[in-house]
Nanobody, 120 residues
Framework: QVQLVESGGGLVQAGGSLRLSCAAS????????IAWYRQAPGKQRELVAA???????NYADSAKGRFNISRNYAKNTAFLQMNSLKPEDTAVYYC??????????????WGQGTQVTVSS
């Protein structure tokens, strides 16, 4: 059984910062990509940032220059540092990871989400 647990969300004023964490636990052989998605009320879930094995990254245009994704391989965790937050960043943020539970067994996992609210 594999679990992803996010933390670090909250209420912050515009211009402020938050650091989200995603911790994977369970029977993990390896993790390739970890990504952060977000979903605002009435909108589709969208990719915010992703980090791949080897630490290459990908960011949504809205996140470039403000957000930074990183990971700790030893602790099976990932982070999303969010700076210069804007009210339009308000959403539930979800962690997603492609996790191998055996050498040839890979599944996608989602966390339960953490609320980020940015006040103007």
């Amino acid at each position: 059984q594999v679990q992803l647990v996010e933390s670090g969300g909250g209420l912050v004023q515009a211009g402020g910062s938050l650091r989200l964490s995603c911790a994977a636990s369970g029977s993990i052989f390896s993790i390739n990509a970890i990504a952060w998605y977000r979903q605002a009320p009435g909108k589709q879930r969208e990719l915010v940032a992703a980090i791949f094995s080897g630490d290459s990254t990908n960011y949504a245009d809205s996140a470039k220059g403000r957000f930074n994704i990183s990971r700790n391989y030893a602790k099976n965790t990932a982070f999303l540092q969010m700076n210069s937050l804007k009210p339009e960043d308000t959403a539930v943020y979800y962690c997603n990871a492609g996790i191998y539970t055996a050498r040839n067994r890979r599944n996608d996992y989602w966390g339960q989400g953490t609320q980020v609210t940015v006040s103007s």
